[in-house]
C-alpha cells in the first residue's frame, strides 16, 4: 500500500486516545500511519499516551505551539504528514465520532484512482447518533445551503472525515484556508469541487459540543466569500 497518514487533532481524550490507536494499528495496513494533533487546549494524559505507543513506529505526536484551534492542526497535520512522504492523507477526528473500521473504504476508494473520498452521513449507509436535532438540522441545512451557494452537488458538505491523494494538497495554499472553525470541511469541499471524488456512508457518533450563534454566523460570511477567495488558494 502507499504510504497513507492519518492526521488527527486531538484534546483532553485520554479516555479514549488508546482504544483509537489500538483500533487503527490493527487494521491489516504496514504502511498507515497516524498523527495526531495536539495544542496547549489539551491539560490530561491524552499527549502521554500518544507518545507511549511512538515505539510502534506508526504513530507520530505532533504538538502545534503555534496553534489557533483545531482546523489550523488539521493544516499543521497536513504539512507534517507531506514532509513525511505521506503519499494518501486521511483527515478524521480522533474522540470517537469517527470510526476506525470506516477507515478502509477510504483507502479502497483511493486505491480506485479518486482524487479526494469524502464521508457522508447523507447517503444510503450512513447515519448519525447521539447528536441533538438542532445539529442534525444545522448539518443537513448546510449542507443544501452550500450547494446552492457554491454549485456543488454533494449530500454532505459539513462532515470531517474525508481523504486525500497527497497531489491534492500539495496543490493547496494551506495557509490561506479562510475558515479556522465549521466551514473549513466545506471550503475545502469547494475547492476540490472540480477533482475526481466520490462520497462514501459514515456513521457519526456525536457528543456533548456546542454550537455558538457567532458560529453560525461566521460560517455563513465565510459561504459567500469563496468563490472570490478560491484564486487565494492554488
Known amino acids: 500500500m502507499k504510504k497513507t497518514i492519518i492526521v488527527m487533532p486531538v484534546a483532553n481524550e485520554e479516555a479514549t486516545m488508546g482504544k483509537v490507536l489500538e483500533e487503527i494499528l490493527a487494521l491489516p495496513y504496514d504502511n498507515l500511519f497516524i498523527y495526531p494533533v495536539i495544542d496547549d487546549y489539551s491539560k490530561d494524559r491524552t499527549e502521554e499516551i500518544i507518545r507511549s505507543y511512538e515505539d510502534t513506529?506508526?504513530?507520530?505526536?505532533i504538538f502545534y505551539k503555534e496553534s489557533r484551534g483545531v482546523i489550523?492542526?488539521?493544516?499543521?497535520?497536513?504539512?507534517?504528514?507531506?514532509k513525511d512522504g505521506a503519499e494518501r492523507i486521511?483527515?478524521?477526528?480522533?474522540?470517537?465520532?469517527?470510526?476506525?473500521?470506516e477507515i478502509p473504504q477510504f483507502i479502497e476508494k483511493l486505491d480506485e484512482g479518486y482524487d479526494c473520498v469524502w464521508g457522508s452521513?447523507?447517503?444510503p449507509g450512513g447515519g448519525i447518533s447521539s447528536q441533538p436535532l438542532y445539529r442534525r438540522i444545522l448539518s443537513g441545512g448546510g449542507?443544501?445551503?452550500a450547494n446552492i451557494v457554491l454549485g456543488t452537488k454533494l449530500k454532505d458538505m459539513t462532515s470531517g472525515f474525508e481523504a486525500f491523494q497527497a497531489e491534492v494538497l500539495?496543490?493547496?495554499?494551506?495557509d490561506n484556508f479562510l475558515?479556522?472553525?465549521h466551514m473549513y470541511q466545506t471550503e475545502m469541499r469547494f475547492y476540490c469541487r472540480g477533482l475526481n471524488t466520490v462520497e462514501v456512508p459514515i456513521h457519526y457518533i456525536g457528543g456533548s459540543s456546542s454550537l455558538k450563534f457567532k458560529s453560525v454566523t461566521e460560517a455563513l460570511r465565510i459561504l459567500f466569500m469563496l468563490k472570490k477567495h478560491e484564486k487565494e488558494i492554488r
Do not use: N
Not at 74 to 82: H, N, P, S
Not at 90 to 101: N, R
Not at 170 to 174: A, I, P, S, V, Y
Open 90 to 101: 486521511i483527515e478524521m477526528d480522533g474522540g470517537g465520532s469517527h470510526s476506525p473500521s
Open 170 to 174: 500539495k496543490g493547496l495554499k494551506l
Open 121 to 123: 452521513r447523507f447517503v
Open 72 to 82: 489550523t492542526c488539521y493544516l499543521e497535520g497536513f504539512r507534517q504528514a507531506l
Open 179 to 181: 475558515s479556522m472553525g
Open 143 to 145: 449542507t443544501w445551503l
Open 57 to 61: 513506529g506508526r504513530v507520530k505526536c
